[in-house]
């Protein structure tokens, strides 16, 4: 994966006493280093009305970021369309006629796995060119 800014996983969460605490509270712990043992790093706090369980699978879908964005850095680098480079020549629609032969056009197969990890400040080898034929293209 490219340099991201966010701390490296692995997260984990750390439910607090919702008797004592009043609310649902989960500690968003990070491993600081793989040679450490235990998270010890407090990245974040989130809480939610107790036994809200929207609250409890917004907290779950946070620690689980790290793993996401791994995974779906995979899908994008084995891409069996494009192999990782964002856009391809699209010379199968020209034998059907409607792109001529040579044309790059951008990877529909790993684009929203790409559009996913932009949203979340993540780059990828190649975004430049996507982003470059999608304006050449029209779009934004």
Known sequence: ?????????????????????????????????????????????????????????????????PDLARELHMQVRNCPVCKGDAVYDNGFEHILGSVPKGKMVACDRCGPARDALNKAGITVRNDERRAALSRAEGGQ
């Open 1 to 65: 994966m490219s340099e991201s800014k966010f701390t490296k996983g692995p997260w984990q969460l750390m439910q607090s006493n919702p008797e004592r605490d009043g609310a649902d509270c989960w500690t968003l712990l990070a491993q600081p280093h793989p040679g450490l043992r235990g998270f010890t790093r407090e990245l974040a706090i989130l809480a939610g009305p107790i036994g809200d369980e929207n609250a409890r699978a917004n907290a779950q879908l946070i620690a689980a970021a």
